[in-house]
């Protein structure tokens, strides 16, 4: 019998905002039993620092480089973005083991036509396109005063690509909604399905319903509201898998959870026109925050569960990257994707407890930063705590066993390791730009 597949996605969620990862100022109890249950990563890598990049690397398998998504998608009606040519794995399940294939939540991937979900081998979708809508009216008001095509706000609610308002309903719980009905419609077709439910939350706008927000009257606004959001999707996974349960898929199934980066601490998040970081969100203690290419911004909130197969209960402290998934899916399905040319690798093996985790060079790059990990070796170049400015060190190196939150720049005292690692990821920068000329430079990306 072929597996069922759920990847849930949240957004901007920091590191350190579930409480099986940390949290004590709030409970993610549904989250907590996913990862009790299965196992949770102390190391799953985002990508990328930013969001539309880490979506096109989880599925398609690829550094989004090499995926044709390198910048935050713009969100307005022509916007372009995954190109269709590129495999992703929704396709490939439909096109080579019948798989049914729904989405419910964000995608933000592209708005033109050959970008959208039906493009990318989803039978059945629901959710927005652009990058952030408000929660209960889903107008994307990004590119208001801006010069451009973006610059009205646009209604961005659709259901298998035809437009549908659902004034006043919160977004969160829609999402869950149509993610359940999807898993019901799986259950009439008699197919295996592959749902994939990227949660618009917790981006900005910071909304939530008052029921949320009173779970947590003791805390500060911004760490309330952030609390909220999360609990709201921690209850819609609770729904989720329960549903699962309930049609008899619970030992059928295989369930990753992540973030597409680190959180924000974009003054925009107050939503009272204050121009102070926030700082709602938690890394978990490591250094910087989305867009940044320092553990804080792409080491993110990760669980994989698959009864029978992983150990309940697992942590593991080696890294995983988004790119990942693809291969380790495919590897559980017996399915033979050495045709498709992919960057990831599967780590199917190692998280059975079978094998050991696979060894390589990690790589990211996000504007002027170029990142390198090889073992506890992290190298950074160009670096950026803050987005826009640049980090006080051009360069920067630390052994993260020793220094997980990358206080002490190691680049002096171990200048020849320093020397390789920077040639490594210079080499890795190089070859993907020149793959981009190649392939993807005549596309118009912008930043939203």
């Known amino acids: 019998m072929k597996k069922n597949i759920v990847v849930i996605m949240t957004d901007d969620q920091g590191y350190g905002d579930l409480s099986c990862m940390g949290a004590t100022d709030f409970q993610t109890p549904n989250l907590d039993r996913l990862a009790k249950e299965g196992a949770r990563f102390k190391c799953w890598y985002s990508n990328s620092p930013v969001c539309s990049p880490s979506r096109a690397a989880l599925l398609t398998g690829k550094y989004p480089g090499n995926a044709g998504v390198r910048a935050i998608l713009d969100g307005h009606r ?8 590129i495999p992703t794995l929704p396709k490939i399940l439909k096109e080579r083991l019948g798989y049914f294939t729904a ?8 708005l033109s036509d050959g970008c959208r979900p039906q493009d990318h081998g989803f039978d059945k979708w629901f959710g927005f396109l ?4 408000d929660f209960f009216s889903h107008i994307f008001y990004w590119g208001m005063n801006k010069e451009g095509p973006g610059i009205n706000p646009t209604h961005d609610l659709w259901v298998n690509n035809k437009e549908i308002w659902k004034n006043g309903e919160y ?3 829609v999402i869950t909604e149509y993610a359940l009905n999807s898993i019901r419609e799986a259950k ?8 994939y439910i990227p949660y618009n939350a917790p981006h900005y706008p910071m909304h939530a319903p008052q029921k949320y927000m009173d779970r947590f009257s003791n805390l500060s606004w911004d760490r309330q509201v952030m609390a909220a959001m999360i609990s709201a999707v921690d209850d819609g996974i609770g729904e989720i898998q329960n549903e699962i349960i309930r049609m008899g898929f619970y030992e059928n199934t295989i369930t990753f959870f992540t973030s597409d980066n680190g959180p924000s601490r974009e003054s ?3 939503l009272d026109g204050n121009l102070d970081p926030y700082y709602g969100g938690s890394s978990g203690g490591f250094k910087g925050h989305k867009f940044s290419l320092f553990e804080g911004g792409i080491r993110v909130p990760g669980i994989v569960h698959y009864p029978g197969t992983v150990p309940s209960g697992k942590v593991i402290e080696e890294p995983f990257c988004s790119f990942d998934m693809m291969p380790t899916i495919c590897e559980w399905l017996d399915l033979d994707i050495s045709d498709i040319k992919i960057d990831g690798t599967s780590q199917a093996g190692f998280l059975e407890g079978k094998e050991q985790s696979v060894k390589r060079d990690l790589f990211w ?11 506890d070796w992290k190298l950074v170049i160009n670096g950026q705590i803050v987005e826009g400015m640049p980090d006080l ?8 066993a020793q220094d997980p939150s990358e206080t002490k720049n190691l680049s002096k005292e171990k200048p020849d390791l320093t020397m390789e690692l920077k040639k490594v990821a210079e080499l890795w920068r190089s070859e993907l730009e020149m793959n981009w000329e190649k392939y993807f430079k005549n596309l118009k990306h912008g930043t939203t």
């Open 188 to 195: 009439k077709e008699e197919k295996p399905f592959f749902l």
């Open 103 to 110: 989405m419910s939540g964000k995608w933000h991937l592209g």
């Open 393 to 400: 060190d051009d360069i920067f190196l630390a052994n993260l």
């Open 78 to 85: 022509r916007a372009t973005g995954l190109s269709k040519e």
């Open 171 to 173: 977004l969160t719980e």
């Open 130 to 133: 652009a990058g952030c809508v």
């Open 268 to 270: 925009r998040n107050w």
């Open 365 to 375: 790059e996000m504007n002027e930063q170029t990142s390198i990990r090889r073992d």
